[in-house]
């Protein structure tokens, strides 16, 4: 008898009934745990708990709270990624033993992935306790996985067939589509979705193509670490976007930038990729607003992608000031054929001289006139930047006194900049 008969055979001499709790998730949850005699949990893809078989009072904390909670603790999450648990799961068929992780009250483990094809469905854990791991309960893990995976399956399929419907109706909120409140509560109605009165666009965007690999764990990142926040989520070519529900939220677009940045640190680091950057919108009250968020949030990756030393700490459309007005203007330049006069007298000189009289302007003004900021940032000492900006002063005709001509002069630094 092949090991794997093992759950079935126990179960031989059962009424139909008895046999027919394996077609249940708690009955097959139950009869796993009576096998391997631990505790049994299974749980989806994104660690939501599908069921869990009866146990004694002999649990560990995170148990305890993963039953009551339905899904499994972000620390406990977190602290098994830092191990190197996870990543084996994702990797391999093979059943995993889990140290015990005290600081998040997590006792010994045996969990093995259920895989079909390329794609994880989910995962069974068992509670061993102080238990004796042999090669058999290894084996009988992986067994167990076989018998789950028709399940887990069919609640995979389920949860794909919504979510194709709901991305349609996500897609037309990004492009204005749906602009009627009472069609919108509708649709949101019939796909479980709750918008508060705090929302907005938030993205990801990678500088690569999107491998299956990425976005099942970039998917798998906001189902598990990012609930509630990410109300709806879908990828278009390399950019993820997010509709995050952010009310009741103290400090809003501070704790938008902290998830964002949280994110990226998580993803780059788990999949060791980079060149990943992010951006989000202003935040409304309405859903019927996403369109406007989401062009804010394209405006800020954009201006990222063309300024990437400038805005590498800004994340929000709020906080790009200026920024946000530079490509009208350019446009506004361009229209207009002009040219600022004192810029060119500066960049003739440098080109004849070897100077760097327009790059040390430019970093005067960036530094808000701070001589001494200024010169360290292009490493020279603040002798040298006086000397120069005395040179731009007479040659270039500028009075770096006078507000509204350094706001120009900044202005038209920053659109060449673009332009380069």
Not at 248 to 266: A, G, H, R
């Amino acid at each position: 008898m092949n090991k794997g008969d093992i759950f079935m055979s126990h179960s031989a001499d059962y009424s139909k009934t008895s046999r027919d709790t394996l077609d249940s998730p708690e009955g097959l949850a139950d009869r796993i745990a009576e096998i391997l005699e631990c505790p049994i949990t299974i749980e989806d893809a994104n660690h939501r708990i599908i069921s869990y078989s009866k146990h004694d009072k002999n649990v560990d904390e995170a148990r305890i709270a993963t039953i009551m909670r339905r899904s499994v603790p972000e620390d406990v999450i977190t602290s098994l990624w830092e191990s190197g648990v996870m990543s084996r799961l994702f990797e391999s068929n093979d059943p995993v033993f889990v140290p015990a992780i005290e600081k998040v009250g997590l006792g010994n483990r045996i969990a093995v992935s259920v895989h079909k094809h390329h794609d994880v469905l989910g995962f069974i854990w068992a509670q061993t306790n102080d238990t004796t791991i042999t090669n058999e309960k290894m084996s009988l893990m992986k067994d167990a996985a076989k018998l789950v995976k028709n399940q887990l399956h069919q609640h995979h399929l389920k949860k794909k067939q919504s979510e194709e419907s709901y991305q349609e109706f996500f897609w037309q909120l990004l492009v204005g589509h749906l602009q009627q409140p009472g069609e919108i509560s509708q649709q949101a109605k019939r796909f479980g979705l709750a918008f508060g009165n705090s929302l907005c666009i938030a993205m990801i965007e990678i500088s690569y193509d999107i491998t299956p690999t990425i976005e099942k764990h970039a998917y798998y990142l906001i189902e598990t670490l990012y609930q509630p926040y990410a109300v709806c989520r879908i990828f278009n070519e390399n950019q993820l976007i997010m509709l995050v529900n952010l009310e009741s939220t103290p400090n809003p677009n501070n704790k938008l930038k902290t998830l964002i940045q949280d994110f990226i640190q998580k993803l780059t680091a788990r999949l060791n990729i980079g060149h990943v950057k992010g951006g989000f919108g202003l935040t409304y009250d309405s859903p019927e607003n996403m369109k406007d968020s989401y062009r804010q949030a394209m405006k800020v990756l954009e201006l990222k992608e063309q300024l990437p030393d400038s805005l590498q700490h800004v994340y929000g459309y709020h906080e790009l000031g200026i920024y946000q007005f530079l490509q009208d203007l350019n446009a506004i330049r361009n229209r207009d054929n002009y040219r600022n006069d004192a810029i060119e007298r500066l960049r003739a000189y440098d080109k004849k001289n070897g100077s760097a009289l327009v790059k040390t302007l430019h970093a005067y003004l960036d530094c808000d006139s701070n001589v001494h900021n200024a010169a360290k940032q292009i490493h020279v000492h603040t002798n040298t930047l006086n000397y120069r900006l005395k040179r731009i002063t007479d040659i270039g005709e500028i009075d770096l006194k006078d507000t509204n001509q350094k706001i120009t002069l900044y202005l038209d630094l920053l659109i060449e900049k673009i332009n380069d």
